[in-house]
């Protein structure tokens, strides 16, 4: 069971607390967007992305379990045939908050809370599965080069004319950008 929040609730009483979640629940994901106070949203948000959660599973007992808390069949349905397939890539953060200007009557703190319905961009996708790699590719690498120590004898020896001859790493990494630095890297060749 989950612990009650502490403080005062919205509404008066923990009944009262749950009828306007479940409202503004159902009418966020029937509009995608709504603006009410930032209290209101802010506990909103967490509601919202446990259902669109239940939604992403999509078995019936899912259903039923959102069907306690949003009444209307036809923005469950909205919520499992719509919402969920648009943020099945996601793994959360479901939902935005974007805080804008007081009210006008009595100045209390505003915000808009909106789904992200939005697809995740391939690069955040290419990211997560490189460093993914890169970890799985670590322990395996350091494990393959920890015994394997090369000798100092080994080292190729390079002549002093060969040395003059070649680039530094840096000077070969670094472009040149303008033409002071072409004239210098110039230089730098013929010494």
Known sequence: ????????????GPAHERLILANLATQLF???RI????????RLRP????LITFAKRGDLHARRRVMTVV?????VHQLFTEIAPAVAERQGGYTRITKIGPRKGDNAPMAVIELVLEPLSPKQAVVREATKTAAK???KKAAAEAPVEAPAEETPVVEADEAA???????????AAEAGDEAAADE???A
Do not use: C, F, Q
């Open 1 to 12: 069971m989950p612990t009650p929040t502490k403080g005062p609730r919205l509404g008066g």
């Open 30 to 32: 029937e509009n995608k």
């Open 35 to 42: 603006t009410t106070t930032e209290a209101k949203a802010k």
């Open 47 to 50: 509601l919202a992305e446990r």
């Open 71 to 75: 009444k209307d069949k036809g923005v």
């Open 137 to 139: 590719a670590a322990p």
């Open 165 to 175: 001859s070649e680039e530094t790493p840096a000077e070969a990494e670094a472009p």
């Open 188 to 190: 730098a060749d013929k």
